[in-house]
């Protein structure tokens, strides 16, 4: 399969298979609560502290959410009066710790597996700009620090309003009451239920809505919101906060505020952390680094897998947030085109349900980044098992096809 004729760049995420991030953001199993996030960022005695997007209770899930932990365990570190504190991460929130420590006069080193900095804050240079793989808008952004960082550098900013997406292909627009029907009935399940079995039940009786309504409504907002199978997420919290709160994006992408949030911090790319030894006299990281403390900022996917060590083993409360905590699936796809074939619409967002169930895909017309027609898509759901294979190229093509398709046809035939 060859790249549509007018996309002249393009390039896609790969989060589903990424070592360091396995998924995209944290979400809430069944079984699970929002104190699991609490409990995961629970200080380990006082020389451990797990921090990141996962431990925030209300902010998951997001930058700043990510930043405010790194910032809190970084003053816990100080507070305990370490004197040399490693940082596991140089992502937002290990970042934030390390800039916390650093500006207290702690001895600080990030250790960093990657051969970058900024973690789920992904740039991607595509067609001669700056864009996103990872984190794209200043969520809540009118409560929002990093909103705030981004203001005092003055960096320039777009708008999103994500509750007026411009739906391609088949109409359709949200009934009113829907969406507050499905929260009361989500609030009303039992704590071990999953989504999918509320779902199941209201689509046998959908009342005054149709099967269509729910299962559309549920896709754009649960499965593209998480990216998680909904027999998995939790039916009371797995719905979580975020996204719609006059959401900004960055011109010239993330790594503008990241560049700043790094400098002059003593950081150490391509150095996995595998194995993390406490002891009474101070930790040691893989044998040959000694440091008083550690702050460890690896997302839920790596620290539940088996990427890195504890010795002794994390606590059971922090084991069992792990198990109830997880990681969803949301892909993303650049595309430098040239031309606009798309309809302007005010929102710069759009929405396309298909080319079957359980199929949606949205996307930001980020052509206002330097005036080249550009789209980022944003893919979730089990369509993404056959859609996401083989090639960036081809997966490019793939995507680029559903937009085209639902736009009216792929400009180029
Ligand atoms: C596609 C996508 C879109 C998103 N969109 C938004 C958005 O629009 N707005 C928003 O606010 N948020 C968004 N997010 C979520 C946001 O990116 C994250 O919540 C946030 O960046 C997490 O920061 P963190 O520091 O907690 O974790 P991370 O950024 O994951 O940082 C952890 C760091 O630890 C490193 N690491 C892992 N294991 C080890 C190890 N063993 N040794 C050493 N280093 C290790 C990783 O490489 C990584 O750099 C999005 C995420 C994705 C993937």
Redesign the pocket.
């Known amino acids: 399969m060859s790249i549509s004729q007018w996309v002249v760049a393009s390039a896609v995420?790969r989060?589903g298979d990424d070592?360091?991030?396995r998924?995209?953001?944290?979400l809430i199993g069944r079984g699970g609560t929002p104190r699991h996030r609490t409990d995961l960022g629970t200080p380990i005695g006082s020389r451990l502290r797990i921090?990141?997007?996962?431990t925030h209770a209300t902010r998951?899930?997001?930058?700043?959410?990510?930043?405010e932990?790194?910032v809190s365990a970084g003053a816990w570190a100080a507070g305990q009066g370490h004197a040399r504190v490693a940082v596991?991460?140089?992502?937002?929130?290990?970042?934030?710790a390390a800039r916390t420590l650093t500006d207290r006069g702690v001895w600080t080193r990030v250790?960093?597996?990657?051969d970058?900095?900024?973690?789920?804050?992904?740039p991607a240079q595509v067609g001669g700009f700056g864009f996103?793989?990872?984190?794209?808008?200043?969520?809540q952004f009118h409560d929002?620090i990093?909103a705030r960082l981004a203001e005092r550098l003055e960096l320039p900013m777009v708008p999103t309003d994500f509750t007026d997406p411009l739906v391609l292909g088949t109409p359709y627009a949200l009934p009113d009451g829907l969406e507050e029907d499905l929260r009361a009935r989500l609030a009303a399940a039992s704590e071990q239920a999953g989504i999918a079995e509320v779902l199941d039940g209201w689509l046998a009786d959908p009342g005054r809505w149709t099967a269509d309504d729910i299962r559309r409504f549920v896709d754009a907002e649960i499965v593209m919101d998480s990216g998680a199978p909904l027999s998995w997420l939790s039916a009371r919290h797995g719905f979580e906060p975020?996204?719609g709160e006059g959401?900004r994006?960055i011109v010239g992408g993330?790594r503008l505020l990241v560049d700043h949030l790094a400098e002059s911090l003593d950081i150490h790319l391509n150095?996995?952390?595998?194995h993390i030894r406490t002891g009474p006299d101070g930790v040691a990281l893989d044998d040959d680094l000694r440091v008083d403390a550690v702050i460890?900022?690896?997302?839920v996917g790596?620290?539940a897998g088996d990427?890195?060590t504890f010795d002794p083993p994390l606590p059971a409360t922090h084991r069992t947030a792990l198990q109830r905590l997880g990681m969803g699936r949301?892909?993303?796809v650049i595309l430098r085109c040239d031309r606009r074939f798309w309809p302007v619409h005010p929102a710069g967002y759009y929405r396309v349900h298909g080319p079957g169930e359980n199929c949606v895909s949205e996307w930001l017309d980020a052509t206002a980044a330097d005036g080249t027609p550009t789209l980022v898509g944003?893919f979730a759901g089990p369509w993404l098992d056959d859609l996401w294979t083989g090639p960036d190229e081809q997966v490019a093509a793939r995507a680029a096809a559903v937009f085209a398709e639902a736009a009216g046809g792929d400009p180029a035939r």
């Open positions: 995420s989060w070592p360091w991030a998924g995209s953001w944290s921090a990141g997007e996962a998951a899930a997001m930058t700043h959410g990510a930043y932990e790194g596991i991460g140089a992502g937002i929130a290990g970042l934030a250790l960093e597996a990657r970058r900095i900024g973690g789920r804050t992904a996103d793989l990872g984190a794209n808008w200043l969520q929002n990093l975020g996204v959401d994006w993330y150095r996995p952390v595998h460890v900022t690896a997302p790596v620290l990427a890195i949301v892909e993303k944003l």
